[in-house]
């Protein structure tokens, strides 16, 4: 349907700024192609589109990641930036043009210090969520070594407040590798639900026992689902 190929066409295009992909680099890219390629065919068609709608968009509008690519080219004219100390803060990943920002930050600035969170690699394998923090940390590191520039980059450990049994499910619940829980779980309970509307009535009932009875406030309280669809039926 047109709405679908418009939705396609809106999350192409944003993965295509998200990763500092340009018009020209499409077409240094369909050069290479041969012209029986049906993919060049297509690659003609998303580069006249992203092409148009830049030079539409140019000096008219700007989104978060144009603003990040300005800034990126700007920030050297900054007499300010060039004696501040910057401190970055995100929780697990940069995009290819908020690396690129770092990249001039720490050319024109005084100091910079980067805070990521990562986990102790004793508890994550190379596969869990935290490997993609690690691959930054690397990355960023690699790019300070090659201008020739010092980042300082804060690796913040994960303190949980979980009790010691939900803190293992939590950090081995996508994990490839099993590892079983040493002991009996006292905060971990399983129950049999016929359909999710059981389900739920079940969980509302434990949600008021747990405020009526046992003094949690209703804040206190969290409830995540796999698939919020089925819920949302019932």
């Not at 050319?107 to 969520?129: K, M, P, R, T, W």
């Not at 949690?216 to 039926?233: F, P, S, T």
Request: one cysteine or more.
């Amino acid at each position: 349907s047109q709405q679908g190929v418009l939705k396609e066409i809106n999350n192409l295009i944003n993965e295509f700024k998200t990763c500092n992909v340009s018009a020209d680099f499409l077409s240094s890219v369909k050069n290479t192609l041969n012209e029986e390629d049906s993919f060049r065919g297509k690659l003609i068609d998303i580069e006249l589109i992203y092409r148009g709608l830049n030079e539409y968009m140019d000096n008219t509008y700007l989104d978060d990641l144009d603003l990040i690519k300005l800034c990126s080219n700007k920030i050297s004219d900054s007499l300010l930036a060039r004696s501040a100390t910057f401190f970055i803060d995100e929780f697990l990943d940069f995009n290819e043009g908020e690396l690129e920002l770092i990249k001039q930050i720490a050319i024109v600035g005084e100091n910079i210090y980067i805070a990521l969170n990562n986990s102790n690699d004793d508890f994550y394998d190379s596969q869990d969520v935290y490997s993609i923090a690690r691959t930054n940390i690397k990355r960023i590191k690699d790019m300070a070594d090659n201008i020739g520039k010092h980042i300082n980059v804060v690796e913040c450990g994960e303190v949980s407040c979980l009790a010691i049994d939900a803190d293992h499910l939590s950090q081995h619940f996508f994990a490839n590798a099993i590892e079983i829980f040493p002991g009996n779980p006292n905060h971990i309970d399983l129950f049999y639900a016929l359909n999710p509307h059981v389900e739920i009535v079940e969980i509302a009932d434990r949600i008021i026992c747990e405020v009526r009875d046992n003094g949690c406030r209703w804040r206190d309280l969290a409830i995540i689902v796999g698939n919020e669809e089925v819920y949302k039926k019932t």
